[in-house]
């Protein structure tokens, strides 16, 4: 079986707070189910990802990277108040990097995102997480190039975005190949023009449990992905990728 690195999960542990986002509030999702959804995957590391419900709480994320193992790290939300210790502490709990979630909130929003993405790059290295619908990146494309290093998240969600997220993509920024249910476009040709565009660019993830998404993820969206990019790409974008931008290979 090949190796999987989940570039993108969610765990919601009914032990930790949760903030209601616009009226919604998940259900629970625990490491255990976590763990038991994927055991047929050959999924043997991840990102762990803060969601808008849980703002700037750190306890849910730390608890669940203990549980999950070396081979998963987390990326958290954080407020632009936070100090370099403070960093220093959840780079060394596992966290290697800070999500601006502009399409839900919970999160800083972009008037910090530059300051905080070359503060948090400089003192532990990490880089910066979007969460944003493609078609507002036109109008900060210039400003994104300007940062350390940069992710975003679900293909950019619509087909509308795609020119300037194949930029993007062109020029170093990562792109998450995950929440195949929430994008209104083919996925297999989305996949073959960005990494065509960088080869380094896509990393796969399942996005479980698929919070809010009209088709959560599938375990077919897997074989999608490898039919789209063959064996080769597959291996780097299900594997290779990710490892080297969480800094782990």
């Excluded at 038991?36 to 730390?62: C, E, N, P």
């Excluded at 998450?176 to 989305?190: N, S």
Aim: net charge negative; hydrophobic share 40%; aromatic share 8%.
């Amino acid at each position: 079986m090949r190796p999987i690195f989940d570039a993108h999960c969610h765990i919601i542990d009914s032990a930790y707070p949760l903030i209601p986002n616009n009226g919604y509030t998940p259900e629970f999702f625990s490491v255990d189910d976590y763990q038991k959804r994927t055991h047929a995957l050959g999924i043997i590391g991840g990102a762990v990802v803060s969601g808008s419900f849980q703002g700037f709480d750190q306890t849910y994320l730390i608890a669940a990277l203990k549980r999950l193992g070396p081979g998963f790290v987390g990326v958290t939300q954080l407020p632009a108040s936070v100090t370099d210790s403070e960093l220093e502490t959840l780079h060394q709990q596992g966290v290697r990097a800070l999500r601006f979630n502009l399409k839900r909130g919970g999160s800083e929003q972009l008037d910090q995102l530059e300051s905080m993405a070359r503060r948090v790059h400089a003192c532990v290295g990490w880089h910066c997480e979007l969460y944003i619908d493609s078609r507002e990146l036109p109008a900060i494309e210039n400003r994104l190039l300007r940062l350390p290093a940069l992710s975003i998240d679900h293909l950019g969600l619509s087909h509308e975005g795609l020119p300037s997220l194949l930029r993007l993509a062109g020029h170093g920024v990562r792109i998450k190949a995950c929440g195949f249910g929430r994008v209104d476009f083919a996925v297999p040709g989305v996949l073959q023009q960005i990494h065509s565009a960088n080869p380094h660019a896509l990393m796969f993830g399942t996005d479980l449990p698929s919070t809010r998404a009209p088709r959560p993820f599938e375990d077919t969206d897997i074989v999608l992905l490898i039919d789209a990019l063959g064996e080769d790409g597959a291996g780097r974008v299900l594997w290779q990728n990710a490892r080297e931008f969480y800094c782990l290979s």
